[in-house]
């Protein structure tokens, strides 16, 4: 059975290990009126209700990166630059949190601040990770839908070759035969 709910704006579904009887479809009502109750109260533990179900423990951002960055069978290099991602960018900032509840605008804040520090090119590489993390989520009945889906690259500027102007060639090479005359000599028979 699978109940499902919304929590922090967010729709959860869970599967109950849990044959679909009658007295099992009482149980899940009872629990879905306490869930509901406890989401009104905002007091609301996911694993306090769901500690048994698989999605519970894998719908932590933390523990199902982990459990998908072990599944992947990729280039090593390639594999290394996600698991990179995922430990130095996105777990540490998502940690625990259920993935249901990352929002957009979180991960927008998130390359806001990189775009500081790190090339567009870098931070584009590292999303690549996070929206498929988030597609196999989708896959696995984890999510209905991708935080990711209104995240788009950042532009790459193009940079256009910058060559030095014939003063600016001429000044080297006087500084060259100056200062590394074997080096220039040897340049200028090739």
């Not at 099992?24 to 996911?46: H, K, Q, T, Y």
């Not at 601040?113 to 090339?119: A, I």
């Not at 690549?128 to 991708?146: K, M, Q, V």
């Amino acid at each position: 059975m699978r109940v499902r709910f919304w929590y922090k704006g967010s729709r959860c579904r869970v599967n109950l290990q849990m044959a679909p009887t009658k007295a099992n479809i009482r149980a899940a009502e009872r629990l879905m009126v306490r869930v509901r109750e406890e989401i009104e109260l905002d007091i609301f533990d996911f694993k306090r209700h769901f500690f048994q179900s698989r999605d519970a423990l894998h719908s932590q951002f933390d523990a199902f990166a982990q459990a998908w960055l072990g599944q992947l069978v990729l280039a090593k290099s390639t594999l290394e630059g996600y698991r990179k991602a995922m430990r130095q960018i996105w777990i540490p900032a998502f940690g625990s949190r259920h993935l249901a509840h990352i929002k957009p605008s979180e991960i927008r804040e998130i390359i806001c601040e990189r775009v500081k520090t790190v090339s567009a090119r870098t931070i584009n590489n590292d999303l690549i990770p996070l929206r498929a993390l988030f597609r196999t989520a989708i896959e696995e009945g984890l999510l209905d839908r991708s935080p990711m889906m209104p995240i788009h690259n950042l532009k790459i500027p193009d940079h256009l070759p910058d060559p030095f102007t014939r003063e600016e060639m001429e000044a080297i090479l006087t500084h060259l035969k100056t200062n590394a005359p074997e080096q220039v000599s040897t340049g200028a028979q090739n």
